[in-house]
């Protein structure tokens, strides 16, 4: 029906804007000023 039909895009469009949300804020972690969170890389002497 096209209820049905109706209820699945606007579910469809609220799991895309859901999924911007979570994009736009990693990005927004991203660019803060200050020291990263992470394990640095450092160097290993092989024989």
Partial sequence: PDS???HLLVAR???L???RS???RAI???EE???T???RRSKI???
């Fill in 4 to 6: 049905t039909k109706q």
């Fill in 13 to 15: 469009k609220e799991m």
């Fill in 17 to 19: 804007l859901a999924l």
């Fill in 22 to 24: 979570m994009l736009d």
């Fill in 28 to 30: 927004e972690k991203m």
């Fill in 33 to 35: 000023p200050g020291e």
């Fill in 37 to 39: 969170k992470g394990r």
């Fill in 45 to 47: 002497k092989v024989q």
